[in-house]
């Protein structure tokens, strides 16, 4: 089995992640910028400092071989208060970057909002005003008439589940809120029909060029396979996180099944739902025309059933074995003998991805295309005189390498890979010691070491073979 000669061998980072300089030329605020000084655990700053060396991470994408980069733009540096007056040193900034990349021959993958909404509009309710939506169609179609020559590949939104869950469900990105299902489904809802507005708006203006978005999908299996009870359980958490979305962007409307167990889950706390005809007449549209999807994989679940009050515990330490994950029910999720985790309880699992793969293809055959646009290792990993053996880490991307070009074998279209992360950046709920790069960072002095990862990922790139 061989990579196809355009297979893109990517790399990831977003803005907020890797830019620093958070609120340096011209850029507006974020919530993140005040919830972490609240917290006081770690802040975005100054982070990779890709603002300043874009240049360097660039020529090591082409010494190494990758030959695309995912790049998000962070909204508040174009519109610093989220809508009205634009900022130039933002938008030339971008323009610069997407030229380093051409220069350099790697591929700007680029994405509109990764978890980075202006704070502006952030206060006034973010994705569950719909006036936000009307925002980021301004703003996308903004990006889409400045960047047109540069850029050919775009992402609406990154994993509209990660916002909707760690903002109202497990409460770990701003504002804190928790156990809130109808404000949960509510944010998906709106954010997939602003990215179907800007999806339209796209198309309309025969930009030249794809889109599509990106979801974060974990395959969920029933802990007992022979337990009706955890059957549904894992049903509950595959609608939450995967099936809602995957139905709203390639159906654009959400199926019988899908619905019974929405509406089951938001009168868990007595939630309603605004979900209109017309948003569903604009998403059905979108989803006929949608480029390709944008699939972030790193874990599957194991569920179990739960009736116990809601219970969910973060590990943001890496201290292996503390996290908790139980809604009252929908379910809770376990270890599995035999499946290893990282520090962090994340389940390493690769044929998991396949399963997800095959899934979308036969769920949702008018699917287009793949793209892996994230998976990868968080690991702490030793950096001894410039030498970082992470051994683990190009262990677990062979394994999800492997299983991708399996479903390729099996017909499915899969056309890139970007490993998370280009280089280690900062992790929005861990800091700075879960690194995932393939470059590492000396965050004392900015200078980038290739770890032994970057050596076999350039081999596979350079070889189209595992
Ligand atoms: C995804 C995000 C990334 C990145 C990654 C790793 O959810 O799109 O921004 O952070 O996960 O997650 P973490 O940093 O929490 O380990």
């Known amino acids: ?68 980069i995912r790049i998000s733009i962070a909204w508040s540096r174009i519109f610093p208060n989220g809508t009205g007056e634009v900022n130039q040193a933002g938008i030339d900034y971008y323009h610069n970057l997407f030229q380093e990349c051409h220069k350099n021959g790697v591929e700007p993958f680029v994405t509109l909002h990764h978890f980075d909404t202006p704070n502006t509009l952030f206060q006034t309710g973010d994705f569950l005003n719909r006036q936000t939506i009307e925002a980021f169609v301004d703003y996308a179609k903004f990006c889409f008439d400045e960047y047109q020559d540069e850029v050919t590949y775009w992402f609406t939104f990154n994993e509209i589940w990660a916002v909707a869950t760690n903002q109202y469900i ?14 949960a489904f509510q944010a998906m809802h709106n954010m997939m029909l602003a990215h179907a507005k800007a999806v339209l708006v796209f198309k309309e203006g025969r930009y030249p060029g794809k889109i599509g978005v990106v979801q974060s999908l974990e395959y969920k299996y029933p802990y007992d396979e022979n337990s009706p009870a955890d059957i549904m359980a894992a049903k509950n958490e595959d609608v939450l996180q995967n099936q809602f979305l995957l139905d709203a962007t390639f159906i654009g409307n959400y199926s019988i099944e899908t619905m019974s167990i929405v509406n089951k889950l938001v ?40 009736d116990g009050e809601n219970d969910i515990f973060h590990n943001g330490t890496g201290e292996k074995g503390t996290s908790r994950f139980r809604l009252k029910g929908v379910g809770e ?26 899934r979308i293809k036969q769920q949702y055959p008018n699917y287009k295309a793949i793209y892996i646009t994230e998976n990868g290792m968080g690991y702490k990993d030793d950096f001894e005189d410039g030498i970082i053996d992470d051994s ?27 490993i998370w ?17 393939l470059f590492y960072i000396d965050y004392e002095t900015q200078k980038r070491y290739p770890k032994a990862s970057a050596y076999w990922y350039k081999r596979v790139s350079e070889t189209k073979e595992l």
């Open 1 to 68: 089995m061989k990579f196809a000669d355009n297979f893109i061998f990517g790399g990831a980072t977003a803005a907020y992640q890797c830019e620093g300089s958070t609120l340096d030329y011209g850029k507006g605020k974020v919530a993140w910028d005040d919830f972490l000084a609240e917290k006081g655990r770690f802040k975005a700053d100054p982070a990779s400092d890709f603002y300043h060396q874009y240049p360097v991470d660039l020529k090591l994408c082409k010494r190494f071989g990758v030959n695309g």
């Open 170 to 183: 497990e409460g770990t990105f701003p504002n804190g809120e928790q156990y809130n299902m109808a404000k």
């Open 267 to 306: 009168k868990l706390n007595d939630g309603s739902l605004d979900i209109r005809d017309e948003d569903l007449d604009i998403m059905t549209s979108a989803a006929l025309v949608n480029d390709y999807l944008g699939m972030n994989y790193y874990q599957s679940r194991f569920i179990q059933a739960y």
């Open 333 to 358: 999720r376990m270890a599995k003998e035999g499946i290893d985790r990282t520090d962090w309880d994340w389940l390493i699992h690769p044929e998991s991805m396949f399963d997800m793969i095959i």
């Open 392 to 418: 683990p880490r190009i262990d677990f991307v062979k394994r999800h390498l492997y299983y991708l070009l399996k479903a390729v074998k099996e017909g499915a279209n899969v056309q890139g890979y970007f």
């Open 421 to 437: 992360s280009l280089m280690d950046m900062f992790s929005w709920t861990n800091g700075y010691n879960k690194r995932y790069g």
